[in-house]
Nanobody, 121 residues
Framework: EVQLVESGGGPVQAGGSLRLSCVAS????????IGWFRQAPGKEREGVAC????????YYGGSVKGRFNISSDNARNELYLQMNSLKPEDTAVYYC??????????????WGKGTLVNVSS
């Protein structure tokens, strides 16, 4: 059974940093497209970052490019999201996602329960 469990969210002041972690089980992170989505109150789900299986490698949503960094540890079977220079508009529930496909997309097959990031100004 595929499971994704996020941790590392919480309150942070604008300009600060947080590191989210996702422990994966039931599959190997190196074999799947894996990434992070987020959903802010009253807004649609948004792709944040992805490690794809295609030649594109990693990619980021435009609003986080240059501030966030996605990485994985195949030995630990974990996924991470380092978030720097946080802004109030980054406030959202962040979801770890995975899929057998080549790249991340809104209909990813597997989702964690999410972890809340709350950035105050």
């Amino acid at each position: 059974e595929v499971q994704l469990v996020e941790s590392g969210g919480g309150p942070v002041q604008a300009g600060g940093s947080l590191r989210l972690s996702c422990v994966a089980s039931g599959f190997s992170v190196g074999d799947y497209a894996i990434g992070w989505f987020r959903q802010a109150p009253g807004k649609e789900r948004e792709g944040v970052a992805c490690i794809s299986k295609s030649e594109a490698g990693t990619y980021y949503g435009g609003s986080v490019k240059g501030r966030f960094n996605i990485s994985s540890d195949n030995a630990r079977n974990e996924l991470y999201l380092q978030m720097n220079s946080l802004k109030p508009e980054d406030t959202a529930v962040y979801y770890c996602v995975a899929d057998r496909g080549l790249r991340c997309y809104p209909g990813m097959r597997y989702w964690g329960k999410g972890t809340l990031v709350n950035v105050s100004s």
